[in-house]
């Protein structure tokens, strides 16, 4: 939405925030993970793309205005897959990665963890992200069930071994004083789940370094399959799964090794789980939409930087390609 809350002219299929600044990404996926468009009932969702589909054919009823189009666009984004056009299942859609992850990052930063707790945890952790993944992944080609097993052992193992080894060898350190050593043990799920969501990413998308992904021309049609732009894409994807998990892993058991010695909560105790879980609700929901901005969804990649095949194929400088959530 431009200044006095004016909507731009709506084009189909394009963001209607500036794709080029980190704020116009910003504002892109703010509206991609609003946790609202998990209730839009089937009735609604079928409405939207009925007139989305009336726009592209020209046949769009008279009096639709800019805002009801770029609404209709919101609500199919978030919830239909942009190359499968199928619904994502509600709880590994990008606007619910928020109300169903926040439950397992509270029990991931929760004190006193054991060994069986740390892995229940990371193992719900990654389940959810190997589904996210999975779900929001770049589907210009098929992915074998195995090699989201592969990725989903991986992840899991991988995170699991390194929460385990840290906190072992947090145990060991006997000249740690408690309050230090209940500080580094809330920090230990970062390291252990950014390495994983690298694992998870790597793995889960293998199969696009092999087989490459879709790349498009300035008009939507596919020049042909790269494994360079997947390469791009994996990358991209990989670093914003290590930044998102900073502040979520980081900033809460700062916050809470402060709050917790303050007066009132040592006289309330029962509300520190309240407030531990509404730091990590504030976190996660600041963390995400920054996070996902780093990159737009749909990058450019210059043709000259692809395959020689791929480069001859086009007379366009700029290709783009689906680089997935």
């Known amino acids: 939405m431009t200044e006095a809350g004016v ?6 299929g394009k963001p209607q925030h500036d794709q080029g600044s ?9 509206d991609i993970i609003d946790p609202s468009t998990l209730f839009v ?37 978030a ?35 054991t060994v069986v707790s740390t892995i229940i945890w990371q193992w719900l952790n ?22 989201f097993l592969q990725g989903y052992v991986g992840a899991v193992t991988s995170a699991v071994s390194i929460a385990v080894g840290l906190n072992v060898l947090i145990q060991k350190a006997h000249k740690l004083n408690p309050a230090t050593r209940m500080i580094i043990q809330r920090l230990v799920p970062f390291p252990a789940v950014a390495c994983a969501n690298i694992c998870n990413v790597g793995l889960m998308r ?20 790269s494994r360079i732009a997947a390469k791009h894409a994996i990358m991209e994807t990989s670093f914003t ?33 309240p407030i531990h879980s509404l730091v990590c609700l504030a ?11 780093l990159f737009p969804q749909m990058s450019q990649i210059e043709a000259s930087h692809l395959e020689p095949e791929i480069a001859m194929a086009t007379d366009c400088r700029v290709l783009t390609y689906n680089k997935g959530l």
């Open 79 to 113: 919830i239909i897959h942009p190359d499968t056009g199928e619904k994502i299942f509600m709880p590994f859609r990008m606007s619910g990665y928020v109300p169903f992850g926040t439950p397992i990052v509270i029990g991931l930063l929760l004190p006193n963890q």
């Open 126 to 147: 990654q389940s959810h992200n190997a589904c996210v993944n999975y779900a929001n992944r770049n589907a210009t080609k098929p992915t074998p069930t195995a090699t």
């Open 7 to 12: 909507y731009p002219a709506f084009q189909l």
């Open 241 to 273: 799964r290590v930044v998102l998990p900073m502040p979520i892993f980081v900033l809460p058991p700062i916050l809470m090794s402060y709050l917790e010695r303050l007066r009132f909560l040592q006289s309330h105790r029962r509300l520190r789980l």
């Open 22 to 30: 980190f704020l116009g990404r910003l504002r892109h996926f703010v």
């Open 206 to 225: 293998h199969s696009e370094l092999t087989e490459g992904i879709d790349v498009l021309d300035s008009d939507g049609n596919v020049v042909g399959s």
């Open 283 to 293: 976190t996660f929901s600041l963390s995400l939409p920054l996070a996902i901005s």
């Open 41 to 77: 009932s089937e009735e609604r969702l079928k409405a939207c793309i009925k007139l989305l589909d009336d726009f592209k054919h020209d046949k769009l009823p008279p009096g639709v205005s800019d805002q009801q189009l770029w609404e209709a666009q919101k609500v199919k984004q």
